[in-house]
């Protein structure tokens, strides 16, 4: 049934990835069509006035590379999410955006922290933990694609560029794993086969039928005969064929 399938494409999978990478570069655009600068809503740790950034900072970017560097990521992480983790897609969404930027103000430098990539960091790691948590072979394989694609982010976790916001990486790393561990047991389970379920009959399976006690295979044939049988409701007789075998001669 359609309605047991976890995973389900739908509109939203493409749709809001789409509106996520649409309006961080509708942001940038308005930045510099009209010579405005955006940076002081990033998160401002150790200030009250710097909490704004916590909703603001994933919106804002410093430049067109930091902008594309962020907006593939961004759109294949979150795309992943609303597909594998549908139910759940929203309160990871929103959460891990709150946690990461908390956190971020909590331990971050005096400066102002920007772009989307603590949200990038969260996705990744969220997706990488809950697919190893869930022991379930698609997520599973979801968890070792995030790490062939992304697993050299794990280097910007630490201060190695004083112009890169090392603490937002790490915020949303942490967030991530928190967040997988909070929804480990909001796991799929695996399907079974119909010979796995209890009520499963071997007697009345018609592939089973097909073999005798033995596992020889027998041939047999389905027709309809009310002839023979008036008083018989199912209007189906089994006719087998057995072909003897002719011996060679040499």
Known sequence: MKES????????VLGYPILFVLLIWLVFWFEIRFGVSFNNFGVRPGELKGLRGILFSPFIHSDIKHLFNNSIPLFVLSMSLFYFYRKISWP??????????????????????????????M????????????????LVALSLIVVFLYGG???????????????????????????????????????????????????????????????????????TNEEEDPEDDSGITYRYFYKKSESKKE
């Open 5 to 12: 399938n976890p995973f389900v494409f739908t509109t939203g």
């Open 92 to 121: 990871v969404l929103i959460m891990g955006l709150l946690l990461t930027g908390i956190l971020t103000w909590s331990i971050g430098r005096p400066a102002n922290h920007i772009g989307a990539s603590g949200i990038i960091y």
């Open 123 to 138: 996705l990744a790691a969220f997706l990488f933990f809950k697919g190893i948590f869930s022991k379930y072979y698609r």
């Open 153 to 223: 982010m794990l280097w910007y976790v630490t201060p190695i560029d004083p112009e890169i916001s090392w603490e937002g990486h790490l915020s949303g790393l942490i967030s991530g794993f928190a967040l997988a561990v909070f929804y480990r047991k909001n796991t799929i389970k695996k399907p079974k086969y119909e010979w796995e379920k209890p009520e499963y009959s071997e007697k009345e399976d018609l592939f089973m039928q097909h073999f005798d006690e033995n596992g020889n295979f027998i041939e047999r044939r389905f027709e």
